[in-house]
């Protein structure tokens, strides 16, 4: 019975720590402009916009929509497996193709609301982009820091997510390097509207308040002394 006191008190701890601690969120990734932060785009990042086909259409950035999802603390934001549409990316004449760009994990810390410019790394996007036959395209990561941009890029919160990243890491290699070595030099402003999602039932509330009324119903039974 001891050991059956302290499952439900394990499981009730737990279980309501979880459900404080962090939520399961979905950005709506729309293109727009916020405070002087233009998104959502895949760019080349200082690059000329013909260097590397495939992600413009006619000189336009390559929009991107769809949901980003994740879990978010008030310290960080976990991403979770989320497929987003990459439209006017097609290599011509097929440039009207959807490709997909997917963001398979990676972890961001939840930036102060005034920026240091320390150039910090607040964390990484993992991401692979697909060709409209669902071949692999690029792979890798973007890399997020702690800079000052206009508006509020690089900033997450319940309500909004406004992104600025490059998929060579600006505080251990050069881009110059990472070109030579072969590495497509990607940019992404990506911005959108978040909203929480619900918790699938049983809840973690609930399984906490049935740990509590476990512990409650074997304190009533146990034989008293």
């Known amino acids: 019975m ?18 404080v601690d962090a939520a399961p969120i979905a950005y709506d990734i729309v293109v ?11 760019t080349t990042a ?4 013909n260097s590397h086909p495939g992600f413009f259409s006619g000189g336009a950035q390559a929009n991107i929509t769809g949901a ?6 008030a310290t960080t934001l976990a991403i979770s497996p989320s497929t987003l549409s990459l439209t006017g990316v097609g290599i011509a004449p097929f440039n009207n193709d959807i490709w997909t760009i997917e963001f398979t994990g990676g972890s961001l810390t939840v930036p102060p609301s005034a ?14 982009i697909r060709d409209p036959f669902s071949t692999v395209h690029d792979t890798g990561s973007f890399y997020v820091f702690d800079f000052s941009f206009a508006g509020f890029a690089n900033g997450i919160s319940n309500n909004g997510i406004y992104i600025w990243a490059n998929n060579w890491n600006n505080l251990t290699t050069d881009r110059n390097t990472f070109i030579i070595n072969g ?9 959108g509207v ?14 906490a308040l049935m740990g509590l009324m476990t512990l409650f119903a074997w304190r009533a039974i146990r034989p008293s002394r």
């Open 68 to 73: 980003l999802k994740g879990d978010l603390s």
């Open 46 to 49: 200082e690059t000329p916009v």
């Open 2 to 19: 001891k050991i059956l006191c302290s499952f439900a008190v394990i499981l009730a701890v737990s279980t309501w720590t979880a459900t």
């Open 183 to 191: 590495g497509l030099p990607l940019g992404i402003d990506i911005g």
């Open 194 to 207: 978040g909203s929480f999602i619900p918790v699938p039932e049983p809840s973690q509330l609930v399984l």
């Open 115 to 128: 920026f240091t410019n320390s150039g910090t790394l607040l964390g990484t996007l993992d991401y692979v």
């Open 32 to 42: 727009g402009e916020t405070l002087g932060f233009d998104h959502s785009y895949l």
